[in-house]
């Protein structure tokens, strides 16, 4: 009860204290010789008052306090300590809180951090970031106020959705929200910059540094998301195309087309409109993702609750903010002078420039890709299911010469370059190329479209790795994520090439055999836990080389709210993944079992984890 | 260039090697079927009772000898479009194949216009 009194009272004072905020930085934006201290003092209050109410509602999910309407809705008295807590943000309210706490958190380190900007700037980008952390505030305590009284209290909640009961989900959210929202400084700070006329190779600098932030944690969000569905909703993929997943795709591909061409406003000067406009679209496209979310719209895990008043509130936000950068990119932005860009084809300039065409044209399909049939429903009332085909189809064969370029790219340097090593370049395509066809011509699928696409990652895989023997540590970072990159693809590629499975009903006691493996059912057993009921099924796998695996997949029925889960049992090692998974048949005692063997499934997470290794390395190196 | 060339006729010998195998053929089709009654997961992924009947639906409908495009009729005549993960180019979703392509198209045009490349 106190506890969610204290919160909705943190709430307010936050909300007014960004209020205040905004007017003392107009004056002080007026009168700008000194910042005033009250601003950096103002913020951090703000960002204590977030934190009191945080804690507020964390608190009131460990003592289960059921007179509170978000702790009623998404927790139960016997769930475990540790999913009281993080249900915290598993569920509407709670996640836009923390979306606010991140959201003043980062004004807060940004006015402390910055200190060779101008005053003018750094409260332009204040007012900027405080208009949206206060539509914010509004959103949260007008449609979704996470402290809502319930009388009379409630003697039970309801429960958190088992199957976001686990410790990646926990820990994903709050770093998915921190490159979202990362992604919120640099919309107000590149707003600010346009209005004082002052993007140049400086400011790229330091926004470079923001961006890198939000890019790190965006990929590892979306990573642990991908390695959750993995092995909790237990179909053994990683990435389905679902609209939300595409949703956090969509800013993450924003954000690294900006993440390359900040490097040429750095340098040159030039495609300042371009940078600006990409700044804007990576927060207008986290935007779009919490409206698609939270409105409803979409069908998934993710949307807690269909409410469409919030949807049209984030709307109207959403319009608000468009139209407010547009109108400053356009009233203020003056394109630099009117001799027109002269660049040689072969520098990095053009490299980088190709990277962000072919880089808008994936964000495009996936934007279409995502948008379009909610559009058609619309419009229409038709309905029509965009899936993976959709994406291969549009994607795949645009990223042959998307790895090409991303190989030679970097073999290039600023303004006007030659290519000395072609004979090297050609040699190292073809040695791609033989390997790629001997792989592939053992699997009798698709042979010329798996050739080139393997091909054409074997060839970045072969660059980067004589970059890194022939630059040494000269852009070691670039050269680690596209190495990364490259690996990634070729993990993805020949993880779907050669993954197998067997899909078979077993009771206890029978077995399954095929020419390269033997299941058997051995046994099961049943334990109480805490808050469900665990049937655990232990098998035999027996493999064609004679070696022996006990897999132990389980079901998880449980009590509140009543929901079945399937715990897949994965056997993880370098090479492969085995993964099983059982599910009830009904009204039968036979279990339906699904055995995956999984190539190269760690080299997933791993080339991803890779790449942003790369970007962290970046985020901390010395100026050169 | 010599391998090349050699590796280009190599790679014309080869034929196209077609597999009848039913096993694949339904999962390759389970996984454009969505499962209607789950939350965004394919016939293939889930393991819903639904999802079971539509999988032995298709293994009777393959073994019935229909073709994977006649299946994927069927079942757009009896549940709707919304079925199919793999929409087909028609008059609802011209825009939804073509507008990407045409974006691609217009970026290099914007790209040529914007910028002076020289050798």
Known sequence: MIYSVVGYYALILGLISGSILIYFSIQNFRNSEILDAKILSLSFLQLLFVVISFFGLILSFVVSDFSNETVFNNSHTTKPLFYKITGTWGNHEGSLLLWLLVLTLFIFIFLLRTNNQSIKYKTLTTIFQ????????????????????????????????????????????????????????????????????????????????????????????????????????????????????????????????????????????????????????????????????????????????????????????????????????????????????????????????????????????????????????????????????????????????????????????????????????????????????????????????????????????????????????????????????????????????????????????????????????????????????????????????????KMSPELRIYNQPSIVTSEADIKTSLMKDKFIVINLVQNQEYFNVRYQDKPFMLWIWLSVLLFSMGGILSFFKKKI | MKNLKIFLIILLIIPNLSFADNQLERNKITKNLRCLICQGQSVYDSDSDFANSMKILVDKKLEEGLSENEIYDFFKEKYGEWILYDPGLNKNTYILWLLPLLIFLLGGAIIMKKLRFKN
């Open chain 1, 130 to 549: 405080q208009i949206i952390i206060v539509g914010f505030f509004i959103f949260l305590l007008k449609t979704s106020n996470p402290f809502n009284y319930l009388f009379p209290i409630p003697e039970e909640g309801l429960g958190l959705n088992p199957i976001l009961q686990d410790p990646a989900l926990a820990i994903h959210p709050p770093i998915l929200y921190l490159g979202y929202v990362g992604s919120s400084i640099i919309f107000s700070s590149a707003l600010a910059a346009t209005t004082l006329k002052m993007v140049s190779g400086s400011w790229a600098t330091h926004i470079k540094k923001w961006t890198l932030v939000s890019w790190i944690f965006l990929t590892l969000g979306i990573l642990l998301g991908s390695i959750w569905a993995y092995y909790e909703l237990g179909w053994g993929g990683f990435w389905f195309w679902d609209p939300v997943e595409n949703v956090s795709l969509m800013p993450w591909l924003a954000l690294t087309t900006l993440l390359h061409c900040i490097l040429v406003l750095e340098k040159k000067l030039i495609l300042t409109s371009w940078v600006i406009i990409l700044s804007i679209a990576t927060f207008t496209l986290s935007m779009c993702g919490t409206f698609l979310v939270r409105s409803g719209i979409l069908n998934s895990v993710h949307t807690f609750a269909n409410d469409p008043e919030r949807g049209l509130f984030i709307l109207i936000f959403l319009f608000v903010l468009i139209f407010m950068s547009l109108f400053i990119f356009f009233f203020f932005h003056k394109e630099d002078q009117n001799n027109s860009i002269n660049l040689f084809w072969l520098s990095k300039e053009s490299a980088i420039i190709l990277n962000n065409w072919f880089m808008m044209y994936f964000l495009s399909v996936v934007l279409i890709g995502t948008v379009y049939p909610i559009f058609l429903d619309v419009i229409s009332s038709e309905k029509i299911s965009v899936g993976p085909p959709f994406y291969h189809k549009l994607i795949v064969p645009f990223l042959i010469p998307f790895l090409i370029a991303m190989a030679i790219g970097p073999q290039l340097k600023w303004i006007k370059s030659n290519l000395d090593s072609k004979k090297i370049l050609i040699f190292l395509l073809l040695v791609s190329i033989l390997i790629s066809y001997l792989v592939v011509k053992n699997f009798n699928k698709n042979l010329l479209v798996n050739t080139i696409l393997i091909s054409s990652a074997f060839y970045l895989f072969f660059i980067t790795v004589r970059d890194f023997f022939t630059k040494k540590f000269k852009n070691v970072y670039q050269n680690i994520a596209h190495f990364g990159f490259s690996l990634l693809i070729l993990s993805i590629l020949f993880n779907n090439l050669l993954s197998s499975e067997v899909i078979t009903n077993l009771k206890v006691g029978e077995s399954y055999e095929n020419s390269k493996i033997k299941i058997i059912l051995e046994d099961i057993n049943q334990t109480e836990e805490k808050n469900y009921n665990s049937v655990v099924a232990n098998f035999k796998i027996i493999s064609s080389n004679g070696k022996i695996n």
